[in-house]
């Protein structure tokens, strides 16, 4: 889980800024701001699943359950 995570994080935030400048310059701005949602629930499923991953750890190391 070390750096790959940041490198990850930052790869979709770039890739969602492209989208996003490409669509409004395109006078889509309904569907860049859809893409920037899309993008930003990506990063927080992401990050979900490592918080999910540091309780389970918590719980088993105090052995809670």
Do not use: H, P, Y
């Amino acid at each position: 889980m070390g750096i790959d995570i940041i490198f990850k994080i930052a790869a979709v935030g770039i890739i969602t800024a492209i989208v996003n400048q490409l669509l409004k310059k395109a006078d889509k701005d309904e569907i860049a701001t859809l893409c920037t949602l899309a993008g930003l629930i990506i990063v927080i499923l992401m990050v979900a699943s490592m918080i999910s991953e540091l309780f389970s750890t918590i719980r088993s190391l105090f052995n809670v359950f």
